[in-house]
């Protein structure tokens, strides 16, 4: 993630990527990391544990939606129940591994509320998780 701190600066960027990169470096950002001795990127804090309840209070007290990125954090989200929505990228690619969307033994209900398609192929669908 941190190519975002400096993709303005790349020539020849387009502008959506450029947008991105300041939508992203103007966000505070909560990186969960057992391993990392320091955040690489500004506005950045580092967190050892994933705490439930520390993100209850988060998400409270936010102005802004938040955003839970990768697969192992999400998971843990989901199951604590701290996800409202849910927009998965679907690329036209298989590479056939990696890691699950969704873990083992969770599940949603899921109310479809907005498709977007792509000239590429690529589709963002926004799903709403119902109580």
Do not use: H, N
């Not at 400096?6 to 960027?13: C, F, L, S, Y």
């Not at 993100?55 to 939606?65: H, I, P, W």
């Amino acid at each position: 993630m941190v190519f975002w701190e400096t993709a303005p600066t790349i020539p020849d960027q387009p502008q959506f990527v450029r947008d991105w990169a300041r939508q992203w470096q103007a966000a505070e950002k909560v990186v969960y990391s057992r391993t990392l001795a320091k955040p690489q990127s500004a506005r950045t804090r580092l967190e050892r544990a994933f705490d439930p309840d520390a993100v209850r209070q988060l998400k409270a007290g936010a102005a802004r939606d938040i955003t839970v990125d990768g697969p192992e954090l999400a998971a843990q989200a989901l199951r604590a129940g701290l996800v409202d929505e849910i927009q998965p990228i679907v690329c036209p690619v298989v590479v056939g591994g990696g890691k699950r969307f969704f873990p083992d033994g969770l599940r949603l209900d899921l109310d479809l509320l907005e498709e977007r398609r792509f000239t590429s192929g690529v589709v963002v669908l926004r799903y709403v998780v119902r109580s």
